[in-house]
C-alpha cells in the first residue's frame, strides 16, 4: 500500500509547489479551472490530478449590427477526450529509443514519464500535468513565451492546444493584442502539426476557437482543423460544434477563406444535438450562421430557435440579443410567440445586458418588425441610457435607429442624452452610424442643436472616403426633414462641404432611389451645389427606368425646382412613369404634373394631362388633399397659357392640353381645384403684407414719379395670381408685376432663381405683366437710405421695360424679368 500512498504525496507536493508559484491562483482568479488531473501514473493520484486542454469561457465581445457590420458571438475551449488518454498514456510507456520513428514521422525526438511526447535535453524534466497548468495559469503573453521556449520541445497536443488557448483567453481580457500573440502561435502551429495524429476533435474546435479570438490565419492549419471536425462531427460535443462555427464566422472577418459546405455540415450536426446544446451554444452558431451568410434551411432555424426559446431562462442577455440579431439577419420567418418570449427574457435581465446587447435587441426588433410592447421599450430604451457612457458609437446609432424604426415615443431627455453620447465619439463613428443617426433624430422630429448637427456633418466629411451612397442620400434627408429651406448657417455650410466632397466613385455606386432622395433633398433644402446637382441629374437619366413611381415623381419635383436635367431628363422621367402608370398614388401623380408645369416642358404637356386624369379617376380623387388640388390647378393653368402662346391652339399642340385640364378632370373637381388656389392666394396676400420687406418696396415704389396705380397685394386681371406690388408705368402704359422675392426664391449657394419663381414670372408674363424683381441682399443694402432705394427701384423698372420691349411684349419669358440675378428655364 505505500506505493500509492508515496504517489498521492508527490501528487500534493507538486500542488502546492503550483499553489505557491501563483500560477494556479491567477488562473482561478481569471474564472478558470486551474487544472485536472489525467494520464497520472497509476495510483490513486491518477483519479485526482488530470491533465486537460482546457476549457472556460472567454469574456463575451461587443456584438454589432446593422448593413456592413455584424454581431460578435462568445466561443469557449474544451475538455480532451477519453480516446485520448488512453492513447496518451500507451505512448508514455515507451522507451526513448523507440522514439526516433515518431521524429520520422514529423515529431520531436525524445520521450519521457507522464505523457509527454519529449523534453527538449537541457531544460530539465516537467511532470506533464504540473505543464498543462502552468501553460493554463500562465497571466501574460510574455509568461506563456517564456513556458514555450523552455519546454516546447516537450509539448503534447494538449500542452499545444493548451498554448493557443491560453493565448486566446489572454487577448480576448485584453492582456495581449491580437497581433503581439501571431509569433507565439506560428511556434504552436509549427508544434501542432507534428501532433494532429494524436488530436480530438476538442483540440481541432479549441485550435480554431484560438485562431478566430487573435484573427490568427494559417490556412494549412485552419484547413485541417476545420476537416477533422467536420469529418467527424457526428460524433462531437456541441460545444465542439459551436465553436468550430464561431471561429469560421471570425476567421471569415480575417480573410480566410472558409469552406460553406463544412460550415453547413457543422450546422446539421449541431441541429441533431440540439437538446444537448447549452444556449450560449446555439446562439453562437446562430450568430456564426448569419455572419457567415449561410442558406440556413427553414426546418433547422425553427429547431434550433425553438431549443434556445425552452432554455430562455437560462440564456446570458447576450446569447438572447445575439440571438435575436442573427434570426433578423437571416431573414428568418420568428413566430410571434417565440419573438414576445425571448424579447421578454431579455428584458428581465436587461440590467445585466451590455450596452451592444440592448442596442443589438432594439436593432432586431426594427428589423423583424416586432410588435414591442411600449412597457418593454421603455425599460431597454433606459437600461441603454443609464450606459450611454460606455456605449460604442454603433450601439448609439443603432438604438436611434430603431427608435425611429419602431415609432416609439422617445422621451426627449432620453433622445438628447443618446445624441450627445453619440457627438461625444463622433470621431470614433463610422459614416453610416453618423447618418443613421440624423435619419433618425429626423424621423423621430427631434430638435437637434444646430452645433451638435454641424459636428455630426462635420464628422461624416471628414470620413468621406469611407462614404457610401446610402449614407450621403440620408443624411441629405435627415437635413431637409430637419431644417427645410431653413437650415441655420453652420448646418448649412456643413451639408455644402459635404457636397462638395462627393466624387465619381460615389457618384458611379448610387442606385436611382439614392439619386432620387438626394435630388429631393437638395431641392427642399434650397440648395444647388452646382458640381453635385448636375451629376445627379446626369445620373438620374440612365438610372429612370428602373425607378419606383415615387422615385420618379420626386426626382421630376426636385429637377424642376432645382432647374437642372433639362428636357432629356424630363422625357426620360415621364416614359418610365407611363409604363408604370399603376404603381403611382395620388401625391406621386400630382407632384410628377406639376413638376412637368413648372419646368415649362410644352413638348411634354400630354404627359402632365395623364397623370392629372388618373388623380381624377373617383377612388383616387378621394384621397386628394388641398395642395394636390392646388398643383392641378397650376398645372391647368399652365396648359392654359400654352394654349394661349401658341394662338389658340396650333396643331403642334396637344388636344388634351387645348383647355387646360378640362375633360381629364371633371368641371366640379376643376371648380374644387380653383377654390383651394384661391385659398392659398389669400393666405400667401395676408402673410405678405406684414412683412417689412414687401412693405419697404411698395412705399418706395409709390413714391417714384414715373409710377402710378401703385397697389400691395394685387391680382392678376383675371384673378389668377397675386402681385407684391403691382403699377401702371406712366411712359409706356405697361402693367408691373414687382416682386420683392426673399429667400425662398433664390437657391444657395450661387443665389440662383428657383423653379417655382421662374414658373411665377413666365405666368406673370403671360398675363401681360413686366415682372420686376427685386432681391433681399440687393434690396438690404439701399432701403435704409429713401434716395438710394427710389434710385435702385426706378432703374429696375426702367430695366425690365427695355427688355420687354427688345423681346416684342413676348408673354412667355424664361427668366426673372427686372431682377439681377436669375438663370434661364429648363429648355423646351
Known amino acids: 500500500m505505500r506505493g500509492p500512498f508515496r504517489a498521492l504525496a508527490g501528487a500534493v507536493a507538486a500542488v502546492r509547489a503550483l499553489l505557491d508559484s501563483g500560477s494556479a491562483c491567477a488562473a482561478v482568479q481569471q474564472g478558470l479551472p486551474c487544472w485536472r488531473a489525467r494520464n497520472a501514473p497509476a495510483g490513486v493520484a491518477s483519479q485526482w490530478l488530470r491533465q486537460t486542454s482546457g476549457h472556460g469561457v472567454g469574456p463575451p465581445p461587443c456584438a454589432r449590427s446593422l448593413h456592413s457590420t455584424a454581431a460578435m458571438g462568445s466561443g469557449s475551449s474544451t475538455n480532451a477526450t477519453a480516446n485520448q488518454k488512453q492513447r496518451q498514456q500507451q505512448r508514455r510507456q515507451q522507451q526513448p529509443q523507440q522514439a526516433q520513428s515518431s521524429h520520422s514521422r514529423g515529431r520531436s525526438a525524445g520521450s519521457g514519464g507522464g505523457g509527454g511526447r519529449g523534453r527538449a535535453g537541457g531544460s530539465g524534466t516537467i511532470d506533464p500535468p504540473l505543464l498543462t497548468a502552468r501553460i493554463k495559469g500562465a497571466d501574460s503573453l510574455d509568461a506563456l513565451q517564456q513556458l514555450e521556449a523552455e519546454h516546447g520541445d516537450g509539448f503534447n497536443h494538449i500542452h499545444a492546444a493548451a498554448a493557443f488557448t491560453r493565448a486566446a483567453h489572454l487577448v480576448s481580457s485584453g492582456a495581449a493584442r491580437p497581433l503581439d500573440a501571431h509569433p507565439l502561435l506560428q511556434r504552436l502551429s509549427a508544434r501542432l502539426r507534428r501532433l494532429f495524429d494524436d488530436c480530438g476533435t476538442r483540440e481541432h474546435a479549441n485550435t480554431l476557437w484560438a485562431c478566430g479570438k487573435t484573427a490568427y490565419v494559417d490556412a494549412a492549419l485552419l484547413d485541417t482543423c476545420f476537416a477533422e471536425v467536420a469529418v467527424r462531427a457526428g460524433k462531437a460535443a456541441p460545444q465542439e460544434l459551436a465553436n468550430a462555427l464561431y471561429a469560421a464566422a471570425l476567421l471569415q472577418a480575417a480573410d480566410y477563406g472558409v469552406d460553406r459546405q463544412q460550415a453547413a455540415q457543422l450546422l446539421s450536426a449541431l441541429v441533431v444535438q440540439r437538446q444537448a446544446a447549452k444556449p450560449q451554444e446555439i446562439s453562437n452558431a446562430l450568430w456564426a450562421a448569419a455572419t457567415l451568410q449561410l442558406a440556413v434551411p427553414e426546418q433547422q432555424a425553427a429547431l434550433l430557435l ?376 389669400q393666405d400667401a396676400d395676408q402673410q405678405h403684407r406684414r412683412t417689412a420687406f414687401e412693405r419697404s418696396v411698395f412705399e418706395c415704389a409709390r413714391r417714384l414719379p414715373g409710377l402710378a396705380d401703385c397697389r400691395q397685394e394685387a391680382r392678376t386681371p383675371d384673378g389668377a395670381f397675386s402681385v407684391d406690388v403691382a403699377a401702371l408705368h406712366a411712359a409706356s402704359g405697361l402693367r408691373l408685376a414687382m416682386e420683392a422675392d426673399g429667400p425662398t426664391h433664390f437657391l444657395r449657394p450661387g443665389r440662383e432663381v428657383s423653379g417655382h419663381t421662374l414658373a411665377r414670372n413666365r405666368a406673370l408674363s403671360a398675363r401681360g405683366c413686366v415682372v420686376v424683381s427685386v432681391p433681399y441682399w440687393e434690396w438690404a443694402k439701399v432701403q435704409r437710405d429713401a434716395g438710394k432705394a427710389a434710385a435702385y427701384l426706378s432703374q429696375a423698372v426702367e430695366d425690365a421695360v427695355a427688355r420687354w420691349q427688345q423681346q416684342g411684349g413676348s408673354g412667355s419669358v424664361g427668366g426673372s424679368v427686372g431682377g439681377r440675378s436669375g438663370e434661364a428655364a429648363p429648355a423646351a
Open 306 to 681: 425553438s431549443a434556445l426559446v425552452a432554455q430562455r431562462q437560462a440564456a446570458t442577455p447576450q446569447a438572447l440579443a445575439n440571438t435575436l440579431w442573427a434570426v433578423a439577419t437571416l431573414q428568418l420567418a420568428v413566430p410571434e410567440q417565440q419573438a414576445a418570449q425571448l424579447l421578454s427574457a431579455l428584458v428581465a435581465q436587461r440590467q445585466a445586458a451590455t450596452p451592444q446587447a440592448l442596442a443589438n435587441t432594439l436593432w432586431a426588433a426594427a428589423t423583424l418588425q416586432l410588435a414591442v410592447p411600449e412597457q418593454q421599450a421603455a425599460l431597454l430604451l433606459s437600461a441603454l441610457v443609464a450606459q450611454r457612457q460606455a456605449a460604442t458609437p454603433q450601439a448609439l446609432a443603432n438604438t436611434l435607429w430603431a427608435a425611429a424604426t419602431l415609432q416609439l415615443a422617445v422621451p426627449e431627455q432620453q433622445a438628447a442624452l443618446l445624441l450627445s453620447a453619440l457627438v461625444a465619439q463622433r470621431q470614433a463613428a463610422k459614416p453610416q452610424e453618423l447618418a443613421n443617426t440624423l435619419w433618425a433624430a429626423a424621423t423621430l422630429q427631434l430638435a437637434v442643436p444646430e452645433q451638435q448637427a454641424a459636428q455630426l456633418l462635420s464628422a461624416l466629411v471628414a470620413q468621406r472616403q469611407a462614404a457610401t451612397p446610402q449614407a450621403l442620400a440620408n443624411t441629405l434627408w435627415a437635413a431637409a426633414k430637419l431644417w427645410g429651406s431653413a437650415a441655420p448657417p453652420d448646418v448649412e455650410a456643413a451639408l455644402l462641404r459635404l457636397a462638395a466632397a462627393v466624387d465619381e466613385r460615389l457618384m458611379a455606386a448610387m442606385s436611382g432611389q439614392e439619386v432620387s432622395n438626394s435630388l429631393w433633398a437638395l431641392s427642399q433644402l434650397g440648395l444647388r451645389p452646382a458640381p453635385l446637382t448636375r451629376r445627379m441629374a446626369e445620373a438620374a437619366l440612365p438610372l429612370a427606368p428602373v425607378m419606383t413611381p415615387q422615385a420618379l415623381a420626386n426626382t421630376a419635383l426636385a429637377a424642376a425646382k432645382l432647374g437642372v436635367g433639362g428636357g432629356g431628363l424630363f422625357a426620360a422621367l415621364a416614359g418610365a412613369a407611363e409604363r408604370q402608370e399603376q404603381g403611382f398614388n395620388v401625391q406621386s401623380l400630382c407632384n410628377l404634373a406639376w413638376a412637368l408645369a413648372v419646368a415649362d416642358q410644352r413638348q411634354l404637356a400630354g404627359a402632365a394631362v395623364a397623370p392629372a386624369q388618373r388623380a381624377a379617376a373617383a377612388e383616387a380623387w378621394a384621397q386628394t388633399v388641398a395642395e394636390e388640388h392646388c398643383q392641378l390647378h397650376q398645372v391647368h393653368l399652365w396648359l392654359v397659357d400654352g394654349q394661349h402662346a401658341d394662338g389658340n391652339g396650333s396643331e403642334s399642340r396637344s388636344r388634351s392640353s387645348s383647355s387646360g385640364l378640362a375633360g381629364a378632370l371633371t368641371a366640379a373637381q376643376l371648380q374644387q381645384c380653383k377654390k383651394a388656389w384661391e385659398a392659398q392666394l
